[in-house]
């Protein structure tokens, strides 16, 4: 990866000591306009091939919302809605497919194997799913805050599942020893030193989402995207969103990284400087209360990353009924997207935060909306 950038130092704005949320107060934001400069490699050319040999596989839908352009004040506004990729609510399935196919293809042996992963909800349900097709077995460590129906789809998918007295890190860190003393193969969509091959496999799978978005974008005759909101819990796939439009040769889109007040460890450290862990708090966005960084994402969010911002559940939960009325079936996480444009572009500083994100009355926004309603049932009803 090269710089290829201005190194002006960035520009921040520290957490407002008001609540998020409040009326009148800005959120809590981090902006470096000169991260739009950065490039990098891309990622292979053969995801998407091996995404269109599934069965299942299909583009999900990028859906226009005109209404969403006006209250935003910018031209169109899109939502990709992830609420049915490869038959599950979410997208991680395109991760952990393309993961798993590659560890399956350089093992030495052909015997079954356990996988064992970690999760939030959704990125467990999907290894899970992609197990029993292969004739695969999984074990799953689900984090404390996980709706109960979240896990039993887990258990449907014939996974066995432990249920873990703590957060999202403390699950992480007893699926890597189970792994260990079992044998088995953790497929863990967050890196650390040391553990860094199956990750990054899973941020690789994502870049077909991201090629879908290209296409869609030109069928509508969009001239371009300016801004893409990513829902962000350790980053894989904000880095998927950076890899993807950071290594094309040419100025991109801006990108916005939204995560919950509870739970921003991407916003402490951009602000920081560096990757900082953060005590995550209750949240429903469940998906998203992650504490720490992966180790793998940490350096390319801060080099590609033109801004953040935390929303808080309140806004996440507005954010998903709004959705539902225009016909999208989003969950937290997913509407999450929404909520973080809603911080950014409207309220109080917006002026200057639209200046910093380089945006016009006619720009063209994608809201990543990575789950369904089915996927996580926190403000389902």
Sequence with gaps: MTDTGSTTESRTTSPHTAAPGA???PPAWYARPAAREWSCAPAPADVGAF???LPEYAPTPLTELPSLAAELGVGR???KDESARLGLPAFKALGASWAVHRVLAERA??????LVTATDGNHGRAVARIARQLGQRAHVFVSQGVHPGAAAAIEGEGARVTRVAGDYDRAVREAAAAARAQGSVLVQDMAWEGYEEVPARIVEGYSTLFAEVDGQLADAGADGLDLMAVPVGVG???QAAVTHYRSR????PALLAVEPTEAAPALASLVRGESVPVVAGETV???LNCGTLSGLAWPVLRAGLDAAVAVPDAEALAAVGDLRALGVSSGPCGAAALAGARAALTGAGARGRRAELGLGAGATVVLLSTEGTAANPHGAA
């Design 23 to 25: 009326p009148g107060a």
């Design 51 to 53: 995404h269109a040999t």
């Design 77 to 79: 506004v899109f939502v």
């Design 109 to 114: 042996s052909d015997a079954p194997v356990e």
């Design 236 to 238: 894989s796939l904000a």
């Design 249 to 252: 040769g040419a100025r991109g």
């Design 285 to 287: 966005m469940a998906g």
